[in-house]
């Protein structure tokens, strides 16, 4: 029972915080975004219009979820 | 001189050793305890440029622009939303009905979580059967897909699984 609860915490940790790991990651991920768009097209619009799911809750365990 | 007895090295020891322990223990307890708070706000109350509609259990923004015969559904790539076919939606939609929908764990589509859904979303055979139902939902047999990147393979996916729903596809440099 002991070991059981041990590796369930244990496993329980990714899953909280691989998602505050996705977060620190934006400046990283927002880079992705100037290395596969055409720069002469990348207008603040778009770098917006791309950032703005940022807004939606729990967008980072989303992408967790996702990944 | 005194001498150090083997006693008194082991209280020194533990005198400098479990302040530290202590501290690394209530740091990691601090971790597993403390809740880390959600990010951002509902999706319905933020600006979207589609409409929301609830498919088992999970509330899709997606955009439904034109009409006619031929139906197009277009499936966005990793890190993408409907914003991506925003020069796409408008002309495309004179040749029949479009429909462009936030895949599960992007966009403005809500992230519900796995364990509370009938099927997993985020996999490509759940991302699937929840496109499925919103084409029913929306009184859509049959579509041409057109899917980029990532959305490529799940348009792909659609047609090899289900082949009743696909009229045509196209793959824009699909992953």
Known sequence: MREDGLQRFLLSLPHKYGPLFLRAAVPYLEQMLYKAYNKNKLTQHVVDGYKYPLNARDWDRGLYWFI | ?175
């Open chain 2, 1 to 175: 001189m005194t001498k150090l007895t083997r006693s008194d090295l082991v209280k020194t020891a533990e005198h400098l050793i479990k302040p530290k322990l202590l501290a690394v223990l209530a740091v990691i307890l601090a971790a597993v305890i403390i809740p880390i708070p959600p990010v951002g706000k509902p999706v319905e109350e933020l600006v979207a440029s589609g409409s929301f509609i609830v498919i088992e259990g999970v509330k899709i923004h997606y955009v439904d622009k034109g009409s006619g015969d031929k139906t197009f559904v277009l499936l966005h790539g990793f890190g993408a939303s409907v914003f991506s076919w925003r020069e796409v939606i408008q002309p495309l939609s004179r040749h029949g009905r479009v429909v462009a929908l936030d895949r599960p764990g992007f966009g403005l589509t809500e992230r519900a979580d796995p364990t509370k859904t009938p099927y997993n979303p985020y996999t490509v055979g759940g991302g699937a059967i929840l496109i499925l139902r919103l084409m029913k939902t929306l009184n859509i047999s049959k579509a041409v897909f057109i899917g980029h990147s990532a959305g490529a393979y799940t348009s792909l996916y659609i047609a090899s699984k289900h082949q009743e729903a696909v009229e045509a596809l196209v793959l824009i440099a699909p992953a």
